[in-house]
């Protein structure tokens, strides 16, 4: 699906930014808003990964606050993406977890809080940049703030 793609390429740039200090420490620390829903022990396969509701346990589902840089992950390395639609046909949230997550649970994430991230994360710049030599790395370590 196109809508799904666009996602996971905006969250492949959140990491690059991420990962090339393009931002400040406050993208770095962001803890975002999603839902979790344990894996319910049931076999998931290729043929059967669209069955969400009987793979997890939305029941015992919680609220908790994941690293963005976490949940960069999940997308990058999505086994399970699903696109919800609200009543309106607009896109309303989405389920995903990574290949690592997918027997542990599944994570839902409002399209608005996905939206704020995009905004947040796009306007997001440091103040400062430090460089100090690392001799073991034989390169500059690199902090923000």
């Known amino acids: 699906m196109n809508f799904e793609k666009e996602i ?6 959140i990491r690059i930014l991420l990962e090339n200090k393009k ?11 999603v839902s979790r829903a344990p894996w319910s022990g049931k076999k998931i396969t ?5 069955h969400i509701e009987g793979h997890y346990d ?8 994941v690293s963005l840089q976490f ?8 086994k399970l993406i699903h696109a ?3 009543r309106d046909r607009n896109w309303s949230e989405i389920f995903v977890c990574s290949d690592f997550e997918i027997r542990k649970a599944l994570y839902r994430i409002s399209m608005d809080e996905i939206r704020k991230i995009f905004s947040f994360v796009g306007a997001d710049y440091s103040d400062q940049v430090h460089y100090k030599w690392d001799a073991k790395i034989d390169d500059y370590q690199v902090t923000l703030e």
């Open 8 to 13: 996971l390429i905006s969250f492949f740039m």
């Open 71 to 78: 949940l960069v992950n999940q997308f990058i390395h999505c």
């Open 23 to 33: 931002t400040s420490v406050k993208s770095v620390d962001y803890r975002v808003p």
């Open 58 to 65: 939305f029941v015992n589902e919680v609220e908790a606050r």
């Open 46 to 50: 290729q043929l059967n990964l669209w």
């Open 84 to 86: 919800t639609r609200d």
